[in-house]
């Protein structure tokens, strides 16, 4: 693939570049923001599964908080410095991680809660949509201990067969629940975002962290909900109607007038899973064929050596 192939076939990623953003889902976060008002009185916020750190680029640079930690990022990944941003490298599931986003927030609690988080994909969408339901489910969590009365949570969500479900348990903590697509998340993707307004939990609501973050007894039978408990939640698109449409291809002279000009990414990644791909392929040496005696056909090891 050329170089400029993504940036034609992906109006979002080539304009993520020219306007200095990590990844093209900085414009999400941006559209979400355009219709819902995230950012307004905001100081102080968190953003799990950051990186590479476009929505904590957004938050640093569209919030009225001063200093470092007042965004707060935190992903598997390492990411690289941004100013004003303080970073926790961790697994948002587990509970070393969440204690220490909770430490950060004592006594100062967080005005809102982001979370981009997906899994691999395995294109089994069962198992996609488990994995991304128990990554917001565990956003959820620490958003419970560390956001304010009245705070607000936006999180990925995929729209699979039990999303009411989580419909229903975002309901229960917050005062306005409802699913936004913005222009610059693919129509092919199932991916939309849960946007939850008015954080106001149940009295007598206790946040805790010895229960598991992740319900390991889940029952696809118990999720099938009905009568009152099933809710369904307003869906609205959001963005510009005149923005561009991620699901199209644009030529690379777009139509104001612009000429191209090739950007390269503004933050490469700092440690990719496929680096060492990368370097045995520079030494020849990813693929090597093996053709033992007793083997009726040549087989070829993908397998780096
Ligand atoms: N919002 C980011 C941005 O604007 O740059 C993009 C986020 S990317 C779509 C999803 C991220 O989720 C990946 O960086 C991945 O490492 C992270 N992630 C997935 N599972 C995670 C987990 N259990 N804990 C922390 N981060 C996780």
Known sequence: MGRTSKDKRDVYYRLAKENGWRARSAFKLLQLDEEFQLFQGVTRAVDLCAAPGSWSQVLSQKIGGQGSGHVVAVDLQAMAPLPGVLQIQGDITQLSTAKEIIQHFEGCPADLVVCDGAPDVTGLHDVDEY?????????????????????????????????????????????????????????SSIEAFAVCKGYD?????????????????????????????????????????????????????????????????????????????????KKGQLAKEICPQDCPMSTVDMLPQ
């Open 131 to 187: 994995m991304q339901a128990q990554l917001l489910l565990a956003a959820l969590n620490i958003a419970t201990h560390v956001l304010k009365p009245g705070g607000c949570f936006v999180a990925k969500i995929f729209r699979g067969r039990d999303v009411t479900l989580i419909y229903s348990q975002l309901r229960v903590f917050f005062s306005s629940v409802l699913c936004a697509k913005p222009r610059s998340s693919r129509n």
């Open 201 to 281: 939990p149940p009295e007598g609501f206790l946040p805790d962290l010895t229960k598991p973050l992740l319900d390991h007894s889940y029952d696809p039978h118990f999720n099938q909900l009905d009568g009152p408990t099933r809710i369904i939640v307003p869906f609205v698109t959001c963005g510009d109607l005149s923005a561009y449409d991620s699901d199209r291809s644009y030529p690379l002279d777009l139509e104001d007038g612009s000429e191209y000009k090739y950007t390269p990414p503004t933050q490469p990644p700092i440690s990719p899973p496929y680096q060492e791909a990368c370097a045995l392929k």
